[in-house]
């Protein structure tokens, strides 16, 4: 056939094969939006939610399903989803399980569009978002009500860094037949096993360590029961949260750098916690490492390590100005969201705008610890200090 065919068609149908047994460490990268069939029949048998074969670009890979598989390993999960970005992951589980009529419980210090979604949600959906104390613990229950389907946990939270009593929350929740979903990016899946303290669905802001080169978006969903992963490759398909096959690649390719980056921002973060302890400006470091982090009993007990993110309290002397100026004086640390890239960032919060409980009077600054020198993250620290006294 494409012997006769003309130059134009030649263009786009070839006999030429590739000869198997190529083999090398990278996975390759599949593009497509169409998958064949071998004819109408196997075209017709085919499910689109049986992962063992593939249907359509949208459903999956080799690229991603191979993705997906090694998150799920990270985490001592047994599916995985993945979506376009971190909040189209806590936006999928929110689909996924709830409906007109249910209760959701969201930390009051979780991740600020997780909040936005969860007032749109009330606003347009006819669901209730309801707001709890992250440190609350068992007295969650008092919380639940019939309609509860689901209730967020976020640990720590990744501004104001509370630690919340993880399977405290888990147990209550199993016992009312409510699901839990915590979003374990801070963590990501390394330092935290959401499923060992009672998590039923995990969710990861791929776009932070898993990438870890500020230069992708993407989440992931993962958990252990069929039943539920069923309900999320659902949402998926509904809402069409597709991701990039080269995007998928980057992450694949930082993957197994994944454990060693993650310990060195573990490790220059406490270095630089703890010398900002010593400094007389900031009244309190919070990382969970630490004891002046609230919830930091429950990081020693449930925790194996800590991320490259924390913030820090200046002391009430110091105005929001003279704040500002600090974090404008900084050289090393640049001004931008996100974080778990090699480069140190710093992003300054307005609290009581954010948060109905909020009593801390100095002002709040957020710091992701890069994989620059600790020692030169200090001095550019030590120059902006000297800013606050001008
Ligand atoms: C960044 C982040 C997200 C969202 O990830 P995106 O990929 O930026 O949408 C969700 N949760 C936490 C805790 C995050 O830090």
């Known amino acids: 056939m494409t012997q006769k065919a003309s130059p134009q068609t030649k263009l786009i149908h070839s006999d030429y094969q590739a000869p198997d047994g190529f083999a090398a460490f990278p996975m390759a990268i599949h593009h497509a939006s169409s998958v064949l069939f071998e004819n109408v029949a196997a075209m017709r048998a085919r499910n689109w939610q049986d992962k063992s074969a593939y249907t359509y670009g949208l459903h999956g890979t080799p690229t991603t399903f191979t993705l997906e598989a090694r998150l799920a390993e990270v985490e001592g999960g047994q599916y995985c989803v993945l979506a376009p ?5 806590i936006a999928m589980v929110d689909f996924a399980f709830l409906k007109t009529g249910d209760d959701v419980l969201i930390p009051d210090n979780v991740y600020g569009p997780n909040r936005e979604l969860g007032s749109w949600l009330k606003q347009s959906f006819g669901i209730t ?21 689901l209730i967020w946990i976020e640990a720590p939270g990744s501004i104001s860094m509370e630690v919340p009593d993880v399977p405290a929350i888990c147990k209550v929740a199993r016992e009312k037949n409510v699901l839990t979903a915590i979003d374990n990016t801070w963590s990501a899946g ?3 096993k959401a499923f060992d303290h009672g998590v039923d669905i995990s969710v990861q802001a791929l776009t932070k360590y898993q990438s870890g080169s500020s230069d992708v978006l993407m989440g992931a969903v993962i958990t ?23 995007d998928a690649y980057l992450v694949l390719r930082s993957l197994p750098t994944l454990r060693l980056r993650f310990d060195a921002h573990d490790k220059a973060a406490r270095v630089l916690a703890n010398w900002l302890k010593t400094r007389p400006e900031i009244s309190k470091v919070l990382h ?26 200046f002391d009430s002397r110091f105005s929001e100005e003279q704040t500002d100026r600090f974090v404008d004086s900084l050289k ?9 890239g090699v480069n140190s960032l710093c992003v300054p919060y307005r609290m009581r705008g954010m948060r109905q409980d909020w009593n801390e009077a100095g002002q709040l600054v957020r710091l992701n610890i890069g994989l620059e020198d600790p020692m030169d993250l200090i001095a550019d620290l030590e120059q902006a200090f000297d800013t606050l006294s001008i």
Not at 332 to 340: A, D, E, Q, R, V
């Open 85 to 89: 970005s971190g909040l189209a992951a």
């Open 190 to 192: 390394i330092a935290f």
């Open 332 to 340: 090393l640390f640049k001004i931008g969201y996100s974080w778990g």
């Open 224 to 246: 252990r029961e069929k039943k539920l992963s069923q309900k999320i490759d659902i949402a998926h398909m509904r809402l069409g949260l597709g991701v990039g096959a080269d």
């Open 129 to 149: 978002a309801r707001f709890y104390d992250p440190l609350i613990g068992e007295r969650i229950a008092e919380c639940i009500l019939p309609n509860t389907r």
């Open 288 to 313: 969970p490492a630490l004891p002046d982090c609230p919830g930091h009993g429950h990081w020693k007990r449930d925790f194996i390590g800590a991320g490259g993110l924390f913030s820090v309290l």
